[in-house]
């Protein structure tokens, strides 16, 4: 396997105009790949390009696709870590393609890239996420409120309770810290991290009034108390969300029942 | 292939199309066709906020809120579409706070504004806190506050279904819409929607160009769709270039950091908008400050060895501010760029953004067919259509409000026609035209490949038809486009498979993005002015005696098959408001 060296890329290395003052590298692509319809065992497979190391692993991915192998799949839109649809696994670590830059990843090495793990596998990097917005859905993950009459104008809410469930109102759904979980890799019946943010944002909502139900769902079996505090779902948040602290909160909601 | 019946068939689930079937669903059996999950649509890319008159901070009226949508747009904005726009912009920033959305709270609690580009108090004397936001990812929570509401209400969503192709049935010598056909990705089978209602949702066409702020998803696929069934495109010269993208790479830093006291700077650290516009300043319309922009780089006082781009300075605002106002955009520097927006300036520069163009519709969302004609069941609304409340320009902060606005109202509008309405007939083999497409392109030997053209059809765009464009540049773009139309159709994809074949989704795409550059493109060259997006350096004036009207695109097919652009135009609907000059 070829180490990465660091070389200025002649006009057949293609840097793209105006960044012909980067510094290119060489960097090595191990991808495991999957299509049922070729093969009923995953592979991995190495790719080798060069690239600004500056540039994300999405970037990484589309060169390949686009440059060598058409049938590599995966998950994107965005490109800037907004809309949650290329959670993989990188280096053995839940991150989203687009916001890991290659350079942050020891190029040295070959780049290890597969799909986020506790959900079925459709083709390379891409999971049925199907079960997931399950999940999501099981929690009741809209406002509820009992008012009879509907306020003619904006409920009002204090600066101080919109700060209180801030943090679990930006999450992408991108399921990076669900399927980095231990207990959701052994159960998938586990509601997991993300629903429980999703609850979490609602059940501390001053307008909401349905925090008791919420409760009661994640009171259940699968529900909060299979939270064995690991942090791999903090760690994996690409928003930065304190999923585990979120989870706490919820758990410390259901003893006092207190909201 | 399979079919299905529906009243309603919404194709798009961002903002526009899921705020249309909050109300469809409550009304006619309905189905959203998406090809993302929804809660991966662009709308969340969105940061700066949403306009509307609340007055909650300082005084402030929807007339003043239509006269700035106005001039905005250059006066080429319908000024009825443009007076529901600003009316119902109140109830629709409500509804949203009713449905939970957690819009940023004034200490009285009320919902927070902030300054935005383009509105101003009476009529440009200042300007003035209509923007709604929720943080620097207003767009964000719209898309999940959308989605928690479709889950809510029992939306019925089919995820990952590509639609390729509009169904379009003659009855008494009227177009009808039929339905539609769509391309499962997980599968690859074909299915056909017959629908009496079908709403196209399916947002902007950025990529065409090469540094933009739309996701690689944003095809154009509902424009070319039905543009490919001989319906006209209005306005596609227009797009707009946002002044602030992050160098190079295109991603947007909204304008609510100028909102915030952000303040554009050159090499020498001049704050050059103090020249070009003395009043609105930073805060002058979009097309104005892009301008602005690439004048100084022309100038030669572009930051940077290479002196391309110019800077975005935070760092005289309090880190608080910014943690608390701008959390996101700050972060993209950090990440992306390796800057501490706290201390250094970021390197910005102006980035394809959004189209003003599209489908052509009433202010009820249906879709035209001429001038004047409406197309029974078919609608459009959010970026896909031109309803036109943008006009040449259109301001921060109105695409999230038009697709609020808009979307409702053609939900409402599709479930009510699809109550009283019948089916009317499929066209025989209705799917025979995309299994055709998918065919030809999964069988195809030839040579071309889709990233090779287009890389060069973006590269054209954006060297040709960005924010300044010539008679000479045009035709370049245009003798470039159909060169890269021909290679076209010699393309081949390496997926031959059925499973999730993203690689015959992109050969797709590019046949969108082809055909609407085109349109853009020639569109461009007959509009012999400059106004809002569209600027030509040889015709440097705004024309109202000739061009204060809308162009219309209609793809003509000769009796060999040649393939052929005919442009014809619409008046503008002038109500309250006459064309002044537009100075900031
Ligand atoms: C970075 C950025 C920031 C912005 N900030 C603001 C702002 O602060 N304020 C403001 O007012 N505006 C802003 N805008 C503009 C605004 O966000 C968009 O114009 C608006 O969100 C578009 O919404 P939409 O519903 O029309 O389309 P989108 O949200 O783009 O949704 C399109 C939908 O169509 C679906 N679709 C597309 N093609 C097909 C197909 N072939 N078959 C089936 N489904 C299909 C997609 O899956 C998606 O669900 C911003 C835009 C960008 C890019
Ligand atoms: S909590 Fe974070 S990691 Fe989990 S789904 Fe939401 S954004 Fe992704
Ligand atoms: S592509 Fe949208 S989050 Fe990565």
Known sequence: MATPTLDKADAAGAPEPGFADSPYITVTFRIRRFNPEVSAESVWEDFQLQIDPKERVLDALHKIKWDQDGTLTFRRSCAHGICGSDAMRINGKNRLACKTLIKDLNPAKPITVEAIKGLTVMKDLVVDMDPFFQAYRDVMPFLITKDTNEPTRERLQSAEDRERFDDTTKCILCAACTSSCPVFWNDGQYFGPAAIVNAHRFIFDSRDEAGEQRLEILNDKDGVWRCRTTFNCTDACPRGIEVTKAIQEVKRALITRRI | ?584
């Open chain 2, 1 to 584: 292939m399979k079919i299905h019946k529906y009243d309603t068939v919404i194709v798009g689930a961002g903002g526009a199309g899921m705020r249309a079937a909050i109300e469809a669903t409550k009304r006619s059996r309905t189905a959203v066709l998406t090809k993302l999950y929804p809660t991966r649509s662009h709308t969340g890319a969105a940061q700066g906020g949403m306009a509307a008159a609340l007055a909650n901070v300082e005084e402030d009226n929807w007339e003043w809120h239509t006269f700035d949508t106005v001039k905005g747009g250059d006066y080429l904005v319908d000024q009825d579409a443009a007076e529901i726009l600003a009316k119902e912009a109140i109830d629709s920033v409500l509804d949203l706070e009713k449905m939970g959305l957690p819009f940023n709270r004034t200490p009285d609690g009320t919902i927070d504004q902030r300054r935005f580009g383009g509105h101003s108090r009476n009529h440009g004397e200042a300007p003035v806190r209509r923007s709604c936001y929720a943080a620097d990812r207003t767009g964000h929570m719209i898309l999940q506050t959308l989605y928690q509401n479709c889950v809510k209400e029992g939306v019925e969503f089919f995820n990952e279904f590509y639609v390729l192709d509009q169904l379009i049935t003659e009855v008494d010598g009227v177009k009808h819409s039929a339905g539609v056909v769509a391309y499962e990705l997980a599968t690859g089978e074909i299915h056909v929607f017959q629908a009496k209602a079908v709403i196209y949702a399916s947002g902007g066409t950025g990529k065409f160009f090469k540094v933009t702020s739309n996701a690689h998803t944003l095809t154009g696929d509902g424009q070319a769709a039905v543009y490919r069934r001989g319906l006209p495109l209005e306005d596609m010269e227009f797009f707009q270039f946002h002044p602030t993208g992050i160098w190079r790479m295109g991603i947007l830093l909204t304008e609510g950091a100028r909102g915030e006291g952000g303040i554009l700077r050159n090499k020498d650290g001049e704050r050059f908008m103090e020249k070009y516009a003395p009043v609105m300043k930073d805060l002058a319309s979009r097309d104005v400050v892009s301008r602005s922009i690439y004048t100084e780089i022309r100038e030669g006082r572009g930051c940077g060895p290479e002196g391309d781009h110019v800077y975005l300075d935070l760092t005289h605002l309090p880190p608080e501010q910014l943690d608390a106002k701008l959390p996101d955009i700050t972060e993209f520097a950090r990440t992306y760029l390796g800057i501490e927006p706290y201390t250094d300036p970021i390197p910005i520069q102006p980035t394809a953004h959004y189209a003003m163009g599209g489908i052509p519709t009433n202010v009820e969302g249906e879709v035209l067919s001429d001038n004047t004609t409406v197309v029974p069941g078919l609608y459009a609304a959010g970026e896909v259509a031109c309803v036109s409340v943008h006009g040449a320009n259109r301001l921060g902060t109105n695409s999230l409000l038009d697709i609020n606005v808009f979307g409702r109202r053609a939900g409402i509008a599709a479930a009510e026609y699809s109550a009283k309405a019948g089916y009317v007939e499929l066209p025989e083999n209705p799917a025979e035209q995309v299994v055709n497409q998918v065919e030809r392109l999964r069988n195809s030997t030839g040579t071309e490949r889709v990233a090779a053209i287009r890389l060069e059809l973006q590269e054209c765009m954006d060297a040709n038809v960005m924010v300044f464009r010539t008679e000479q540049t045009i035709k370049t773009a245009v003798e470039k486009i159909a060169e890269l139309r021909e290679r076209y159709k010699n393309v081949s994809v390496q997926d031959k498979g059925k499973r999730f074949n993203t690689d015959l989704l992109e050969a797709i795409e590019l046949g969108n993005l082809l055909d609407l550059a085109e349109v853009m493109a020639v569109s461009a060259l007959a509009r012999k002015e400059s106004r809002g997006g569209h600027y030509r350096e040889d015709y440097p004036n705004r024309d109202d005696v000739n061009f204060m009207r809308h162009t219309m695109a209609y793809r003509e097919v000769g009796e060999d098959g040649t393939e052929s652009i005919r442009l014809d135009y619409k008046p503008v609907v002038q109500t309250r408001y006459q064309p002044m000059e537009r100075k900031y």
